[in-house]
């Protein structure tokens, strides 16, 4: 089984300030972790990923992640929001089996930016 | 470029019609899914293909109905057993070898 939580629903910053979206994990086999973005109306983009290798990922637009097994969270971090960043950010665990894979969402986190 | 298509981009249903949405994909993968999105509820899961000719359930398939004659092809429909359709749908390919899913741009559906 496996489950992902995203802490909080929303996400306030002031533009020029550290983002930090949270997420943490459970999983009875050793997970690939994932960051999807969404703008209004449209598809899921994916931001990074990670899949065993480096424990810190770095992803589009200046985004990065950093997995913490002790701590089972793979949180979002971003060192100063921009206007476009404004979205809803999706973590998602998977968890691959016989050549397929089980992915699991969270509910997502809205983030603002503020000007 | 490779990706996936989603048509229409919005689509208006008449109270107790079928309709059926597109998802076409260019990226030989092998396995499709449909997710249903609702404000404040993240994805959820319709249907899903691993194979052509092949589909299972996903969490909330009651009322929808798919197909999965090609590869390149996953048409979902929204039958009137759906009581309530009014959502934005994303369709989804991943392969056995990349990790992660590649997304459509979505269809949203309102029930008029």
């Known amino acids: 089984a496996q489950s992902v939580t995203q802490l909080d629903s929303h996400v306030s910053v002031s533009e020029g300030t550290p983002v930090l979206l949270r997420c943490n994990y459970s999983?009875?086999?050793?997970?690939?972790l994932f960051w999807y973005v969404q703008h209004p109306n449209k598809g899921l983009q994916l931001l990074l990923k990670?899949?065993?290798?480096?424990?810190l990922v770095k992803g589009i637009n200046g985004f990065e992640a950093e997995f913490k097994k002790s701590e089972t969270s793979f949180h979002l971090t971003k060192p100063s929001a921009h206007m476009s960043d404004a979205a809803e950010y999706f973590c998602v665990v998977s968890v691959t089996g016989g050549g397929y894979q089980k992915v699991t969402f969270g509910t997502g986190t809205k983030l603002q930016v503020i000007p | 470029d490779g990706g996936i298509t989603q048509s229409p981009k919005y689509l208006f249903r008449k109270e107790g019609q079928n309709v059926t949405l597109s998802c076409e994909q260019n990226?030989?993968?092998?396995?499709m899914y449909w997710y249903r999105q609702d404000p404040g509820q993240g994805l959820r899961l319709i249907y899903y293909?691993?194979?052509?000719?092949?589909?299972q359930k996903g969490d909330i398939a009651e009322g929808y109905s798919v197909s999965r004659e090609k590869k390149e092809s996953f048409p979902l429909t929204v039958t009137s057993a759906q009581k309530n359709p009014t959502a934005f749908y994303l369709c989804?390919?991943?392969?056995?070898?990349?990790?992660?899913?590649?997304f459509g741009s979505g269809t949203r559906l309102t029930v008029v």
């Open positions: 989804a390919s991943s392969s056995r070898q990349a990790y992660g899913y590649t």
């Open positions: 293909s691993q194979i052509v000719n092949d589909f």
């Open positions: 990670y899949t065993s290798a480096a424990t």
């Open positions: 990226l030989n993968h092998d396995a």
């Open positions: 999983s009875s086999y050793s997970p690939s």
